[in-house]
């Protein structure tokens, strides 16, 4: 089974591209993790 990790960009907000890629992701039914910057220290 495929899954994908994606790290949230220092940003407060999801940019688009990376909303899309998350949408793309779920409708193909690939699980995806999603860590924030402070989760990584």
């Known amino acids: 089974m495929k ?3 994606l790290i949230q960009p220092s ?3 999801i ?3 990376m909303g ?3 949408s793309c ?3 193909s039914g690939i ?3 999603f ?3 402070s989760e990584l220290t």
Do not use: E, N
Request: charged fraction near 20%; aromatic fraction near 14%; glycine fraction near 4%.
């Open 25 to 27: 992701l779920d409708r």
């Open 3 to 5: 899954k994908v990790l």
């Open 31 to 33: 699980p995806v993790d």
């Open 35 to 37: 860590l924030t910057p």
């Open 11 to 13: 940003f407060q907000f």
């Open 20 to 22: 899309y890629i998350l």
């Open 15 to 17: 940019p688009i591209g």
